[in-house]
Each structure stands twice: as structure tokens, then as C-alpha cells.
């Protein structure tokens, strides 16, 4: 007797919890977190320094054939949407009444779950979303992203729209307080994990994105400042969608202090507020990346943004008027190099079909491409107010990659020793990788002469002893 009354009871306490659990939205994970998505640094395009909140399918689609006729066969992979998506009006804002009640209509279904608009995604209609755009992606050999903005539409909360999965609503998940609202973008409210209903909503987004066949998510407006509550629902929206995703974190600068919990959640995370063609934020990356280098781990990149070159803000509709990077061709070196040695994410921003072709030709050297995908323990040997060095270890035994950086604003030559600073001594073959040119062989130094902002990135190989 007494034993039937405790099994009852253990019954009841169970099914209190897994009531608890499925209100909350808190499924078991059908996917590990542990997988691996993004074993070496993301490399692809991004919409949105080209486009803004303003791309549409057959702008998206002939980046994405640009990408598999000239830069698949590189490493270039991801293909991915950026910023309101959902707009109709492509615009970066909605109008609100006094209230706060939107005045605008986004794309949205009747879960609160925002949509692709049909008249920029004519695919979409009927209820497709991006499931055809990400098929059309997919039957390239490319993966597809998008961009999210955290949290749940205004709009959603207005007309309380049911939480898929639950038994809630938008307004009992939503965080309506002044100091969770996104100040750059007034779309969204934020998701308060400690509410009924929060995680259901990520959960059925991320189901959403699962069926649609998306491979990254970029989410916006939650690195800077840092919310980890939502980063944390995010990931476990992912780990129970039952697809693997590369999960990106936007805008940095990311708080160092949170290093291990971005090691937990994210596969990638922006370090640096929006990079853009100005030497002044290229040369803050220097200080961004080496404090950061400590985490550059598989599956868990810092991200120093997307590579600001070729064609920009196409009729003026990202940041600054329309136009050709501003960057010098050796900035551009500087730029690509600092990526490669630091290994963050490749993402190209520019216009793809009417960025110069030697543009392009940068995004197309395997040898610096290696560099970025496979080199290990990836450092600042020194930086000073002229000049900087890095350096990192190669993929098989006796192989050094060293970067050097002329951080003046003329020419200048620097000399590199090989001693306990750099780690390594001896007599090295040496290679050119921008070059692609074998130059001789170096013993205790190299020295090289460097333009304005430029930089070189050698490989050097052990000579053996005689």
C-alpha cells in the first residue's frame, strides 16, 4: 500500500515537471549541442553591405550563382540574406502610433513568426518562406543563412498572437521595458526567459527555419550589449530544431568577460562594431583580434565582420552613399591577411558581380584561404604605432605562417627575427603567399619593405640541417 502511494506520487512530480517544461517551451535537444557546424571559419557573402535592408530574390539569387561559378571552388559557401527580410517596404524602420502599436504591416503568420515578403521573395508565397530560396542555394552546393533581429515583433504582441507549442501568447513572453528595446531598430520587442511562453516562441521560429532548410542565423541586436538570457534560449531553440545551424552573433564589440559563455552557445561572434572602409576601424581590429585570439577555437569563432570591398551601399541603401571601397589596394592586404592569421569568418560584403575583378582575385588565393581555414595557435608576436607582426603554425609539422603589418602612413621596411618571441629559429624556405612566389630562404630574420597600410604573409618552411 505504502509503496503504490509513492509511485503515485513520483508520477505526479513527474508530470509536473514535464508540464513545467513543455509550458515553458524547454524540449529535450534532438540535435547535440556539442555537433560540430562550423569546423573552420565561415566563408561566404552577406548582403548587407551592398544592399541593406534592401535585397531582394533576384538580386540574392545571382550573387548566389556568382558565388558558385567564382568563389564555391574557394571555400566561399554561405550565402546569406541580411535585415528585414520581412519589410515590404525594404525600409529599416516601422511607424508606430503613440502607444506603440505599428502602423506597418510586417510579413508575419499567425504564430507572431515573421515572413518573407512576397513582393522582394516572390518564392515565398503560399506559405513557402525561404524554403525554395534555400533549395535554389542548396542545389548550387552553397549553404544558406539569414539574418534574425532578437526577440518578437511588435506586431506579434499587439495581436497577441499564441506561441506555437504552448500555451501562451506574445504578450506573456514579450519584454516590453524601455531598456530591452533595440535602439537602432524599432521592429522587436525582446524575449524575457523567465516568462511563460519565451522559449516556445524561439523554439517555433528555429522549427520554422528547420523546415525552410536554413544552415546559419544570424541574429542581430544581442552581443552588444550582451543578452545572455536570449542567447541562451536561442541555443537551445537550435539544439531541439533537429538541424544543425551555424548560430552568429551581431554587433559587437562582444564583452570579453562573456568568452566562455559564447564558447558554450555561439559557433561565431562579432568582436568589432560594423567594420567599413576606414582605415581607423581596420587598425582598431588589431587590438580587437589579438585580445580575443585566446578563444579562437573549432566551432567557435571570434568574427572581426564582413570584408567591406569591392562595390558598397548599392544606391545608397547600407551605410554611406554608393560607391567602390574605399580601402587602397594594400589596406585591402592588411584587411584579408589580419583575417586569415586571426582566422576569423570570411564573409564577403561587397556587390559580387560589379566589384572589380582584381577584387574578386583576392578572394580567390588558396594559399592565403589555408591560412584563415587551417593554421593553429594564431598570435600577436608585437604591435607598436608603426608596425605589427603575427604569427601561427601551419598544418603539418615545420610550416610557420608569419604576417607583417606597416601600420604607418608611408612606406616603410621591417625586419622580423626568429627567435623565442616568435617561437621558432633556424633556416626557412620562404613563400609569398599574396605573391605566390618562392623568394629564397631566411635565417634568424626576414626583412621586407611594406606600403602604406599594407601587409605581407609569408609561409616559411624548416630547412633541414646538413
Request: net charge negative; glycine share 8%.
Amino acid at each position: 500500500m505504502k509503496s503504490s502511494v509513492y509511485f503515485r506520487i513520483v508520477l505526479l512530480l513527474l508530470s509536473g515537471l514535464l508540464l513545467n517544461a513543455y509550458a515553458h517551451g524547454r524540449h529535450e535537444a534532438r540535435s547535440p549541442a556539442s555537433e560540430v557546424v562550423a569546423p573552420t571559419p565561415p566563408m561566404g557573402w552577406n548582403s548587407y553591405d551592398a544592399f541593406g535592408s534592401t535585397v531582394n530574390e533576384s538580386q540574392f539569387k545571382a550573387e548566389v550563382d556568382f558565388l558558385k561559378a567564382n568563389l564555391l571552388q574557394y571555400g566561399w559557401k554561405y550565402a546569406v540574406i541580411d535585415y528585414l527580410w520581412f519589410n515590404p517596404t525594404g525600409g529599416p524602420n516601422i511607424h508606430l502610433h503613440k502607444d506603440g502599436r505599428p502602423t506597418d504591416s510586417l510579413a508575419m503568420d499567425e504564430y507572431g513568426r515573421l515572413l518573407p515578403a512576397v513582393n522582394r521573395f516572390p518564392s515565398a508565397a503560399g506559405g513557402n518562406g525561404f524554403k525554395p530560396l534555400a533549395d535554389y542555394t542548396h542545389s548550387m552546393g552553397l549553404k544558406f543563412g539569414i539574418h534574425i533581429m532578437r526577440g518578437i515583433p511588435k506586431q506579434a504582441y499587439w495581436d497577441n498572437a499564441p506561441a506555437k507549442g504552448s500555451a501562451y501568447t506574445a504578450r506573456e513572453a514579450a519584454d516590453t521595458s524601455s531598456s530591452d528595446l533595440c535602439v537602432w531598430n524599432n521592429s522587436m520587442y525582446g524575449l524575457d526567459p523567465d516568462k511563460p511562453g519565451a522559449q516556445a516562441y524561439y523554439n517555433s521560429i528555429f522549427d520554422l527555419y528547420a523546415k525552410w532548410g536554413v544552415d546559419l542565423v544570424k541574429v542581430d541586436d544581442i552581443a552588444h550589449p550582451y543578452r545572455n538570457g536570449e542567447i541562451e534560449m536561442i541555443r537551445r531553440a537550435i539544439d531541439q530544431c533537429g538541424r544543425p545551424m551555424v548560430l552568429s552573433l551581431s554587433p559587437g564589440e562582444a564583452p570579453i568577460s562573456e568568452a566562455e559563455n559564447l564558447l558554450k552557445n555561439a559557433n561565431m561572434w562579432r568582436i568589432s562594431g560594423d567594420m567599413w572602409d576606414t582605415w581607423k576601424k581596420l587598425e582598431h581590429n588589431f587590438e580587437l583580434l589579438n585580445k580575443w585570439s585566446p578563444y579562437i577555437k573549432k566551432d567557435h569563432w571570434p568574427d572581426a565582420d564582413m570584408l567591406p570591398i569591392g562595390h558598397l551601399s548599392i544606391k545608397n541603401s547600407s551605410v554611406g552613399a554608393e560607391r567602390m571601397s574605399k580601402f587602397t589596394k594594400d589596406e585591402m592586404y592588411t584587411l584579408l591577411t589580419l583575417w586569415s592569421i586571426a582566422r576569423s569568418p570570411l564573409i564577403m560584403g561587397g556587390e559580387l558581380l560589379t566589384s572589380p575583378r582584381w577584387v574578386i582575385s583576392l578572394l580567390q588565393n588558396r594559399e592565403v584561404i589555408a591560412v584563415d581555414q587551417h593554421s593553429t595557435d594564431n598570435h600577436q608576436v608585437f604591435r607598436n604605432d608603426s608596425e605589427a607582426a603575427w604569427v601561427a603554425h601551419g598544418p603539418t609539422a615545420g610550416i610557420r605562417y608569419v604576417a607583417l603589418f606597416n601600420l604607418e602612413d608611408t612606406a616603410q621596411t621591417i625586419d622580423f627575427k626568429f627567435d623565442s618571441a616568435a617561437g621558432f629559429k633556424g633556416t626557412f624556405s620562404v613563400r609569398d603567399l599574396w605573391k605566390g612566389e618562392d623568394i629564397g630562404t631566411a635565417e634568424a630574420h626576414v626583412s621586407t619593405t611594406i606600403g602604406a597600410h599594407g601587409a605581407v604573409l609569408y609561409k616559411l618552411g624548416k630547412e633541414q640541417s646538413r
